[in-house]
């Protein structure tokens, strides 16, 4: 009887260990939230996010529905930064309370990021204590939400508290303190100076009370890069451009390393959208996919900056032109490449007669495509056409007729797994 009581405790030892064990490799959809979940796993379960405007603006949080949700998760978002800005209210429990549930029920991890304006702006005891009575009321009222919710404490320091290091130190202690009265074991995060920047993640003083359940938000090219901005300059991709994403990650690295407290990236956007909009979707995606390459070498997880510059969230649709900046974040670089190729097209530069039954075709090059297709037939709607493959971007067309008009137009090709993907055509010219 004894080996059988035995017996059936291990079995039941066992059975339980299935359902609290939350591997580091299990996603936020597979884990409950019941139990803390550990900072290295939860950097791990992060993986690419957006920044969200449900609760920053009054906009935001009557146009939310739980579709832009499932839409996220279908596009394989992981998680949100949901931005507040707001007092605490019934109100905003409220809008809060519906995001984070349909995020929970979707398998989205939701982070409450605050703005902390006041605070921000003076630097004040006074401010400060506010933060922390924002964030008492805030914890009080999510002690027992799921352990996937966490708490990123505020949203970039202003150039009046860039000044002032101490205080945010002063801030970070004084909060967590405070939040962990009611959850002990919740994810915190706190954020350095000068635009949360990795290269004053040193200067943070971590907590008293961060009770091994402490990260840190850093982030870089939260507006974008820069054509002229030698501190985020962006204009082909050279190894200078490169290294100065590369150096910053590598600082959040190192600070990993010596503190052993996980980081994320909280924003950062492809496109300069507020400060002249002057990169092309194609630039954008040629910029994501380094970015996205170099976090994921680095096993950084990070959000993007924003997500109305993405969603089309009173329609309830992706933002068509934007597509393939998605697909480069999201899902994959093949899948961006062929969306801007599938609706990219060349031009027929340069039609040269070399005698009455001869001319040279010449057109502009596409990127990423690995040879053309030239048409050519007597009918403008290409009946009874003749298709010439080229690997260049001029092509002699002979034995033309004389007196005969020949209409010409040209699309580029590339492979993707095995397939051949086609451009847009060209607009049509005419040899005479």
């Known amino acids: 009887m004894r080996k059988f009581t035995t017996k059936l405790l291990l079995c039941c030892l066992l059975v339980c260990s299935l359902f609290v064990s939350q591997p580091e490799t299990a996603k936020a959809d597979t884990i409950n939230g019941i139990q803390p979940i550990l900072p290295v796993q939860y ?52 809008h809060l309370d519906e995001q984070i549930r349909a995020c929970l029920e979707a398998g989205i991890i939701p982070i409450i990021a605050y703005q902390a304006n006041g605070f921000k702006n003076s630097a004040s005891d006074e401010d400060m204590d506010k933060v922390v009575e924002w964030w008492s009321a805030v914890a009080e009222h999510y002690k027992n939400e799921s352990y996937l919710l966490s708490f990123d404490m505020m949203i970039e320091c202003t150039d009046a508290l860039n000044k002032q290091p101490d205080k945010l130190n002063e801030l970070y202690e004084k909060v967590v303190t405070a939040i962990r009265q009611t959850n002990p074991t919740r ?33 870089f090219y939260a507006s974008g890069p820069s054509k002229e901005n030698e501190r985020k300059l962006w204009t082909t991709g050279t190894e200078k451009e490169k290294n100065l994403i590369r150096n910053k990650i590598q600082l959040a690295l190192e600070w990993q390393k010596k503190t052993g407290i996980p980081t994320w990236v909280g924003a950062w956007m492809a496109g300069n959208y507020n400060d002249g ?19 994921k070498k680095a096993g950084i997880p990070f959000a993007v900056n924003a997500d109305t510059h993405f969603y089309d969230r009173e329609n309830k649709t992706w933002i068509k032109k934007m597509l393939p900046l998605r ?70 067309l002979s034995n033309l007729e004389k007196g005969t008009s020949y209409y010409v137009r040209v699309k580029g090709c590339y492979v993707s797994n095995g397939k051949n993907v086609y451009s847009k055509y060209s607009s049509i010219k005419v040899i005479k």
């Open 277 to 295: 909009d002057d990169y092309s979707v194609k630039e954008q995606v040629i910029f994501a996919h380094f970015m996205v390459s170099e976090l």
């Open 327 to 396: 697909y480069c974040i999201f899902s994959s670089y093949g899948q961006a490449v062929k969306a801007l190729f599938t609706d990219s097209a060349n031009k027929i530069s340069k039609i040269t007669k070399r005698s009455s039954s001869s001319a040279v075709v010449e057109w502009t090059k596409l990127t990423w495509a690995k040879k053309y297709k030239v048409e050519i037939s007597t009918s403008k709607a290409f009946k009874n056409k003749k298709v010439y493959t080229v690997t260049g971007n001029k092509k002699t």
């Open 187 to 219: 994810i915190l995060m706190m954020s350095p100076r000068v635009r949360s920047d990795a290269q004053y993640l040193s200067e943070l003083k971590v907590p008293t009370q961060a009770n091994g359940y402490m990260m840190a938000e850093w982030h």
């Open 43 to 94: 950097q791990k379960l992060l993986g690419k996010g957006m920044d969200v405007d449900w609760s920053k603006t009054k906009k935001g949080q009557e146009t939310f529905h739980k579709t832009i949700v499932k839409d996220f998760k279908n596009a394989g978002i992981n998680h949100v930064r949901i931005r507040v800005k707001d007092n605490v209210s019934q109100d905003l429990f409220y």
